[in-house]
Antibody
Framework: QVQLVQSGAEVKKPGASVKVSCKAS????????MHWVRQAPGQGLEWMGV????????TYEQKFQGRITMTRDTSTSTVYMELSSLRSEDTAVYYC????????????WGQGTLVTVSS | QSALTQPRSVSGSPGQSVTISCTGT?????????VSWYQQHPGKAPRLMIY???KRPSGVPDRFSGSKSGNTASLTISGLQAEDEADYYC??????????FGGGTKVTVL
């Protein structure tokens, strides 16, 4: 069965960077596009971007351009999302979410990683 | 990309029906039949309830249904049950691999 297991909670100071991992199993890693979605406390879901694990192509939401980098390691079936120049508004739970090839919906989700930005 | 517009809350008694709207533009909801809906209970990851506007994944009760007209998609929960109390989010494909979510709707079972 498809499983997405994310790294643990992080506490960062303003201006720092955070790198969250998402390890996939139960399917061919390079076949499923991986998206990142975040949710600030008490707020809604926000789409951040997507990476194609087979070719490393990425598309980012415009508001994160210049601060976000998504990468993948095919040897460990892991994707990474790094967000830099952190500010308090980046405090959120970050989710990875995978799409079955050829589909347009998120059918598999990681458990979420809480990133807290605080001085 | 602006978030899709959803009502902040809806409520109903057990057994009643509630409908949640999700309004976008011709660049997202109106332009593609790729609207999905997610249920989220507190502290949990979202769960897919409807995809491609009106299709239900296996395991989702048939009291959940979806539709779309123009730039507005809708999720209807018929025969409301206590366990349906949760937050619901719509999501639309917006071209070039992009997605946009709605602001979320809290469903309360009275």
């Amino acid at each position: 069965q498809v499983q997405l297991v994310q790294s643990g909670a992080e506490v960062k100071k303003p201006g720092a960077s955070v790198k969250v991992s998402c390890k996939a199993s139960g399917y061919t890693f390079t076949s499923y596009y991986m998206h990142w979605v975040r949710q600030a406390p008490g707020q809604g879901l926000e789409w951040m971007g997507v990476i194609n694990p087979s070719g490393d192509g990425t598309t980012y939401e415009q508001k994160f351009q210049g601060r976000i980098t998504m990468t993948r390691d095919t040897s460990t079936s892991t994707v990474y999302m790094e967000l830099s120049s952190l500010r308090s508004e980046d405090t959120a739970v970050y989710y990875c979410a995978a799409l079955t090839p050829g589909q347009y919906y998120f059918d598999y989700w990681g458990q979420g990683t809480l990133v807290t930005v605080s001085s | 990309q602006s978030a899709l517009t959803q009502p902040r809350s809806v409520s109903g008694s057990p057994g009643q029906s509630v409908t949640i709207s999700c309004t976008g533009t011709s660049s997202d909801v109106g332009g593609y039949n790729y609207v999905s809906w997610y249920q989220q209970h507190p502290g949990k990851a979202p769960r897919l309830m409807i995809y491609d506007v009106s299709k239900r994944p296996s395991g989702v009760p048939d009291r959940f249904s979806g539709s779309k007209s123009g730039n507005t998609a809708s999720l209807t929960i018929s025969g409301l049950q206590a366990e349906d109390e949760a937050d619901y989010y719509c999501c639309s494909y917006a071209g070039s691999y992009r997605r946009v979510f709605g602001g979320g709707t809290k469903v309360t079972v009275l």
